[in-house]
C-alpha cells in the first residue's frame, strides 16, 4: 500500500500526518503518556475516537490507540508498554517524527439532555474517558467517575485528571480507594446518573451484562479488539451485532452496550 492509498481511504476527514513527540513520560509502571504535536488530527478529533500509529521496530501493522486528551494544537495518547509496537513507542524521544492516521471510528455520543454523566474506567480504559470527561465538564455537565485498578500503584493519577469531576477509585487488592471492583460501585450511583459511559475489559463488561447491572440505563462502551487496517478496509475487527455485522473499527469503537451480542462475542 503506497502512502497515497492511504490518504485516499482514510474515513471521515481523518487525516495522514507525520507529527512530532512533545513528549513522552512514564506516568504509572509501564504506561505512558505521549504528546505529539497534530494539529490536523488534534483539532477534529472527538472523544472515544483513536488513531493508528506506525511503530518502527518489527511491527507491520499500524496500533489502535485511543485519543487520550487535546490541546488546541496537541493531541495526548495514553499507553501500556505491552508488545513490540508499545514498547518502541515508549523509547520514542521529544522532536522524532511519528507517522500517525486519524481520528478513526466512531466514539461516545453525549445528549444534550443528559446532565449527570457516570463514566466507568477499567485500568486503561481511562485513556478514552479523559478526553470525555474533558468535553464534558467544558459543557458543564456533572461527572462521576469509577476509577478501577488492580492496586494503588495502577491507579491513574489524580493530578492528571480534568478538575471539576467526582472520582471514586477502586483497587482490586484495596491498597487505595475502595477494595473490589469499579462494577461493584456501579448501583451506587447509577439512579443518579442519565447515562453511562464503559471503558475498561472484557472481564469488566461481562460481569455487567451477567449481573444486569445497568438496569436498563442506557450506556455506550468502547470495544477494544484485534484490528489491522484501523479504516473499514480488513473487515479483521467484524463483530455480530443486533443491527447485523459491524466493524469496530469504522462502525465503533463505541457501541451502544445493549447492541453487543454478548453471548456471541467469545473472542475479546
Ligand atoms: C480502538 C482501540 C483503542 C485502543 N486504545 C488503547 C490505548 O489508549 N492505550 C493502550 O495502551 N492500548 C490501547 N489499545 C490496545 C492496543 O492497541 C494494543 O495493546 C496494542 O496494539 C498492542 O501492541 P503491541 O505491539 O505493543 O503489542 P503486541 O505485541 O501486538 O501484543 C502484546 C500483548 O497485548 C495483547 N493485545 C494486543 N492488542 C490487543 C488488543 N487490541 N486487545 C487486547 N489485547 C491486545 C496481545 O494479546 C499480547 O498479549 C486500543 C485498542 C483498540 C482496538
Redesign the pocket.
Given at each position: 500500500m503506497q502512502e497515497n492509498d492511504i490518504d485516499n481511504i482514510t474515513q471521515n476527514n481523518a487525516a495522514h500526518s507525520i507529527c512530532s513527540i512533545i513528549s513522552n513520560s512514564e506516568v504509572m509502571p509501564g504506561v505512558f503518556l505521549m504528546w505529539l504535536e497534530a494539529a490536523d488530527i488534534a483539532k477534529k478529533a472527538k472523544p472515544g475516537q483513536?488513531i493508528m500509529i506506525q511503530?518502527g521496530g518489527n511491527?507491520l501493522f499500524r496500533?489502535?490507540?485511543?485519543i487520550?486528551r487535546t490541546e488546541e494544537s496537541k493531541l495526548a495518547?495514553?499507553?501500556?508498554g505491552?508488545?513490540?509496537?508499545?514498547?518502541w513507542l515508549s523509547k520514542q524521544k521529544e522532536h522524532t517524527p511519528i507517522d500517525i492516521l486519524g481520528p478513526l471510528?466512531n466514539g461516545y455520543t453525549v445528549n444534550n439532555d443528559d446532565k449527570n454523566l457516570l463514566l466507568i474506567a477499567g485500568g486503561?480504559g481511562i485513556?478514552?474517558l479523559t478526553f470525555l470527561a474533558d468535553a464534558a465538564v467544558s459543557q458543564g455537565k456533572n461527572v462521576t467517575l469509577l476509577l478501577g485498578a488492580q492496586k494503588e500503584e495502577m491507579v491513574f493519577p489524580g493530578n492528571l485528571l480534568p478538575d471539576g469531576i467526582k472520582c471514586i477509585v477502586t483497587t482490586d487488592d484495596g491498597s487505595m480507594g475502595i477494595k473490589g471492583r469499579t462494577t461493584d460501585m456501579l448501583s451506587a450511583y447509577l439512579d443518579e446518573a442519565d447515562r453511562v459511559f464503559a471503558c475498561g475489559p472484557a472481564p469488566m463488561y461481562r460481569t455487567m451484562y451477567k449481573n444486569n447491572l445497568l438496569m436498563n440505563k442506557p450506556c455506550q462502551i468502547s470495544l477494544?479488539?484485534?484490528?489491522a487496517c484501523g479504516m473499514g478496509v480488513c473487515y479483521g475487527c467484524t463483530i455480530n451485532t443486533r443491527h447485523g455485522l459491524k466493524q469496530v473499527c469504522h462502525d465503533g469503537?463505541v457501541f451502544d452496550f445493549d447492541d453487543i451480542l454478548w453471548d456471541e462475542l467469545v473472542d475479546i
Amino acid at each position: 500500500m503506497q502512502e497515497n492509498d492511504i490518504d485516499n481511504i482514510t474515513q471521515n476527514n481523518a487525516a495522514h500526518s507525520i507529527c512530532s513527540i512533545i513528549s513522552n513520560s512514564e506516568v504509572m509502571p509501564g504506561v505512558f503518556l505521549m504528546w505529539l504535536e497534530a494539529a490536523d488530527i488534534a483539532k477534529k478529533a472527538k472523544p472515544g475516537q483513536f488513531i493508528m500509529i506506525q511503530c518502527g521496530g518489527n511491527t507491520l501493522f499500524r496500533r489502535p490507540i485511543s485519543i487520550h486528551r487535546t490541546e488546541e494544537s496537541k493531541l495526548a495518547i495514553l499507553y501500556a508498554g505491552l508488545g513490540s509496537g508499545t514498547q518502541w513507542l515508549s523509547k520514542q524521544k521529544e522532536h522524532t517524527p511519528i507517522d500517525i492516521l486519524g481520528p478513526l471510528g466512531n466514539g461516545y455520543t453525549v445528549n444534550n439532555d443528559d446532565k449527570n454523566l457516570l463514566l466507568i474506567a477499567g485500568g486503561m480504559g481511562i485513556a478514552p474517558l479523559t478526553f470525555l470527561a474533558d468535553a464534558a465538564v467544558s459543557q458543564g455537565k456533572n461527572v462521576t467517575l469509577l476509577l478501577g485498578a488492580q492496586k494503588e500503584e495502577m491507579v491513574f493519577p489524580g493530578n492528571l485528571l480534568p478538575d471539576g469531576i467526582k472520582c471514586i477509585v477502586t483497587t482490586d487488592d484495596g491498597s487505595m480507594g475502595i477494595k473490589g471492583r469499579t462494577t461493584d460501585m456501579l448501583s451506587a450511583y447509577l439512579d443518579e446518573a442519565d447515562r453511562v459511559f464503559a471503558c475498561g475489559p472484557a472481564p469488566m463488561y461481562r460481569t455487567m451484562y451477567k449481573n444486569n447491572l445497568l438496569m436498563n440505563k442506557p450506556c455506550q462502551i468502547s470495544l477494544e479488539v484485534r484490528m489491522a487496517c484501523g479504516m473499514g478496509v480488513c473487515y479483521g475487527c467484524t463483530i455480530n451485532t443486533r443491527h447485523g455485522l459491524k466493524q469496530v473499527c469504522h462502525d465503533g469503537p463505541v457501541f451502544d452496550f445493549d447492541d453487543i451480542l454478548w453471548d456471541e462475542l467469545v473472542d475479546i
